[in-house]
């Protein structure tokens, strides 16, 4: 863990912020071949001076939006090429997380679940973080734009693992009476 000082934060959240709109940007411009030359200018030095020391932390607590958009980052940046130091910090970011039902999260979910094909990302850890994003669906608040997204990447992972199927499946009948009574 990282710590920053407290005159920082700010400077250090809208960082994460800008890095997370050129990172977007850059995939919403597949064609341009930025992103492929984000990865291979950018990235080993993005690693060593800022990834490497995730998570961070501040005396206002954890800096926890920052560190969900730094591992959005790094798995969009990273590609096939993400190392088992990094799928680690990022398991232990999304699992420690208290700001549950942020979109932030979601997108690592999303990009972890959807996108990542590289060795290091073993089948074990794959279901793993597809029974947590279960476990948080009901974290995010009925009919938002946020439990609707988590709703439709369920469905699709659905469809890859039979297992995820029954567990969420199970407790939907109860989400669903939640619904009604909103």
Known sequence: TSFIQNEVVQL???????????????????????LPHMRSKYYTELK????????????QGKCE???????????TLAGDNLDLDMINKIENIITTCKSQGSLEELNVYEKILSNIKCANFTDERRKAISEQLVERYQSYEIGSSGWTRC??????????E?????????????VLVQTRDV
């Open 12 to 34: 250090f959240s809208s960082i994460t912020g800008i890095l997370d709109k050129i990172v977007r940007y850059a995939v919403l411009n597949k064609n341009s071949g930025i």
């Open 48 to 59: 060593a001076r800022m990834f490497s020391h995730l998570p961070y932390s501040s005396q």
């Open 65 to 75: 939006e920052e560190n969900l958009r730094l591992c959005s980052i790094i798995l």
């Open 151 to 160: 709703q439709d990447l369920l469905a699709s992972l659905t469809l890859e």
């Open 162 to 174: 039979e297992d995820l199927v029954h567990t969420w499946v199970s407790r939907l009948p109860g």
